[in-house]
């Protein structure tokens, strides 16, 4: 939603549930601070500072700042004391764009130093999905320095980059992990990337499931969670509309009121705040297997016609 865009061909499977493997969520680690050993200078008023890796946006980047692709180059992750560690999840490459993402370099070989010196090393994939690494056990350490060994290369540009990170610790997490979502349908996949629900449940404020009403504001669309066993959800942690930026959130619609529909047909009508905060809405006691969220009312944007939601989680 970066650029204008809007297709008539969407894709009409989006109303099956998708079903993935397992979504990228586990007990989040709060990092003390994240440095880089270079990263390249400020261009046209963008920064590339390590600082963008933990923003909760994938279109604001890290690059390396050497003369070559970076071999060597590394990013040392704080955690602040010593923590139980699981993984890493990486979203690789430069995500501003699909354009941006084949033309930079991805990180091939990655070498995760412990605090102790211990080194663990990962081949990541040469994909543009947010790609989970886990330690062959939990580790213990203070600190985690990832080392970049090899790239992929683009087709451009001999620079490395890294959008964000995430590091877990052993932790349960508190959220409720969806196995599949649907939807009402979506807009298609764009130069920035895809529309799905899987974007609200991945904790990256730049990152959205869009409506594709051909003529309608997203009034009566619905987006759909599956869980793999009965949960009992407290809360709904929402962010409203597109939270790339302030103006961005303006100019698409957000959602005023909805419908929570349970899996053994109850119902709950919630109010939804018009603010690209994160709001929670208490959930009444249900046990249930799905929860489809269908927006009845919308507030239109000043551009797009598309209601989108960033953020949806059942904790
Ligand atoms: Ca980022
Ligand atoms: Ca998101």
Not at 279 to 295: E, G, H, K, M, Y
């Amino acid at each position: 939603m970066k650029t204008v865009f809007f297709s008539w061909f969407n894709v009409l499977l989006s109303t099956l549930a998708v079903l993935l493997p397992q979504a990228v969520l586990a007990a989040r680690v709060d990092l003390a601070s994240v440095t880089a050993s270079t990263s390249l200078e400020p261009a046209e008023g963008v920064s590339y500072e390590p600082s963008n890796l933990t923003d909760g946006k994938v279109s604001t980047v890290w690059v390396e700042g050497e003369e070559g692709s970076g071999l060597g180059s590394w990013i040392l992750i704080d955690l602040g004391g010593s923590r139980d560690i699981e993984s890493i999840t990486l979203w690789n490459g430069n995500w501003y764009s699909w354009d941006f993402w084949n033309r930079h370099n991805r990180i091939k070989d990655l070498e995760v130093e412990l605090a102790d010196g211990t080194t663990h090393k990962f081949t990541l994939k040469d994909q543009k999905i947010p790609e989970t690494i886990r330690f062959p056990a939990v580790v213990h350490t203070d600190s985690l320095k990832l080392k970049i060994k090899s790239v992929y290369a683009g087709t451009t540009f001999h620079d490395t980059c890294l959008s964000e990170l995430e590091v877990d610790d052993s932790s349960p997490e508190s959220w409720l992990k969806p196995y599949g979502y649907s939807d009402s349908g979506h807009l298609a996949e764009d130069a920035d990337g895809t529309y799905e629900v899987s974007n609200t449940y991945d904790g990256i404020l730049d990152t959205m499931w869009c409506e594709n009403q051909r003529n309608g504001d997203g009034t009566g669309s619905w987006i759909e969670y599956h869980f793999n066993s009965t949960v009992r959800p407290s809360t709904l942690h929402l962010r409203n509309g597109n939270t790339y930026s302030l103006g961005f959130w303006m100019k698409s619609n957000r959602a005023k009121s909805a419908e929570l529909l349970f899996s053994d047909g109850s119902r709950q009508t919630i109010s939804i705040k018009d603010t690209l905060m994160e709001q929670s809405i208490p959930v009444l006691p249900n046990a249930t297997t799905s929860i489809r969220i269908t927006f009845t009312q919308v507030t239109k944007g000043k551009e797009y016609n598309d209601l989108c939601i960033s953020e949806a989680f059942f904790e």
